[in-house]
């Protein structure tokens, strides 16, 4: 009896679980059966006509009034050659059409969603400054519309962009650049359409955002109303502050710079007889800057203005350029040097000759029986003129010690004294320079942001 009753017991219990099933399934048809209703009810023929907008506020005849807001899911490439950006987003749109109002069945109705975004009004909202645009229809097209029963729509679609983005690159690379997305009415002027910015958050960015050579400082929105002959145009704005990455630069160019113009002062050290080796290491370094210099410009546009970049190439080249004509001129120095010895050895033995001449003549003189010798000496006699050129040396003022020039002394021909100037003068002007150029420009770029 006992068993009896426990298996009807649970016999009664499935068999109130398959209809409480059955009753929620059919309860579940027909809520979708009201919500096919409600589609037909707002939307049928002759019921809603998509070509006309919405009222403006509280009805009245005022602009209708659409609000805006973005979600940045990535930002791939920043060209600077191109002067344009790529962003991927999720645009979404917010506006309010009194025509479909719908009841909403005690609540359990939230919203009714549609993918075709030909059934309802749409606002003619357009990207002013974009070069190229496509939409993602991969599983699906990633788009909806959701129609609130108060009558308050939104659109959402997630959109690629390629956008148009001046830059002003005379900080280049130590520059901050502001690209800018602008959105704007194509047809419909401020006295029928207002774009507004969501109040709150209206822009979003993704929190891992990651770009080459760039960071996303910070973003502003604004306002960019356009007046033409046809009308005033509501516009809006984001504005987005990159700053370039310094360390890439640092390490691709300005060390390898550094580099070469410290490679090209090895020629100062070289001996000046080594005239291969001091040829072939100025030629190549001078090459290799002008090769470097090439492939900088490659990657930028042409600009009418002087880049950051560009004074510093161009000076490390001409400092690369100088050390090769330095060798020119110790070159022509180590000649005029040879030359010099040439003629001061000649001279040597020519006053030798006309000595060894005068003594023999003396000898020839003494030997002679009735010889006299002279009480005053010819002015043409070479005694006579070593003598004066010993008075002459006796009479000049002592000289003050210059240690600049004690120094030099050390180095007898010219050609060296030029190689020692040059170990010295080449390093320190190149400091020098360093020193402005950091300077100047970070202190600029402090005082432009």
């Known amino acids: 009896m006992i068993m009896g009753t426990g298996h009807c017991f649970w016999a009664i219990f499935y068999f109130a679980c398959l209809c409480s099933a059955s009753l ?16 037909d009810q707002i939307l049928g023929i002759g019921k809603y006509d998509a070509r006309i907008r919405p009222s403006g506020i509280n009805g009245t005849d005022g602009p209708a009034v659409v609000r805006i807001n973005l979600f940045v899911r990535s930002i791939a490439t920043i060209s600077d050659i ?13 506006w309010l059409d009194e025509r479909l109002k719908f009841n909403d069945v005690g609540g359990r109705l939230k919203y009714l969603t549609l993918t075709e975004a030909n059934r309802v009004w749409m606002p003619d909202l357009f990207f002013s400054n974009e070069k190229e645009g496509h939409f993602h229809n991969i599983i699906m097209p990633n788009v909806y519309i959701r ?3 108060f009558g308050s729509v939104l659109y959402s679609i997630r959109i690629s962009l390629t956008l148009a983005c001046p830059m002003n690159l005379k900080l280049y690379p130590l520059d901050r650049q502001v690209c800018s997305l602008r959105m704007a009415s194509y047809g419909w002027t401020t006295d029928d359409l207002v774009f507004l910015w969501k109040e709150g958050d209206p822009v979003q960015v993704v929190k891992n955002l990651h770009l080459p050579r760039f960071t996303l400082e910070k973003f502003l929105t604004d306002y960019c109303n356009s007046k033409t002959n046809t009308g005033e145009y509501s516009c809006l704005k984001v504005d987005l502050l990159f700053k370039r990455e310094f360390s890439y630069y640092l390490i691709q160019i300005y060390i390898p710079c550094c580099m070469l113009v410290i490679v090209s002062w090895v020629s100062f050290w070289l001996d ?22 090439s492939g900088i410009n490659a990657s930028l546009p042409p600009v009418s203005y ?17 050390a090769l004509l330095e060798f020119a001129l110790v070159n022509y120095a180590s000649r005029s040097d040879l030359h010099r010895e040439n003629m001061k050895k000649k001279r040597r033995e020519l006053e030798q000759a006309s000595l060894d001449a005068a003594s023999d003549l003396l000898d020839t003189d003494s030997n002679a029986t009735f010889a006299m010798k002279p009480l005053v000496r010819h002015p043409g006699d070479p005694l006579a003129l070593e003598k004066l050129r010993q008075c002459e040396v006796h009479m000049q003022p002592p000289k003050r010690p210059n240690c600049c020039r004690s120094w030099l002394s050390k180095f007898p021909t010219r050609s060296k004294r030029i190689d020692v100037i040059s170990r010295i003068t080449f390093p320190l002007v190149f400091a020098l320079f360093n020193l402005v150029y950091w300077s100047t420009y970070l202190f600029r770029e402090e005082e432009e942001t």
């Open 24 to 39: 929620a399934n059919n309860a579940n048809i027909n809520f979708r059966e009201r919500e096919k209703k409600v589609l």
């Open 82 to 94: 191109k002067m344009e950006y790529s962003v991927q987003l999720t645009f979404r749109e917010q």
């Open 147 to 149: 129609i609130f029963p």
């Open 272 to 293: 000046q007889g080594a005239v291969p080796a001091r040829v072939s290491l100025g030629v190549t370094t001078l090459l290799t800057m002008a090769t470097q210099t």
């Open 306 to 322: 002087t880049k950051a970049i560009d004074v510093w190439t161009g000076v490390c080249l001409t400092f690369v350029f100088g």
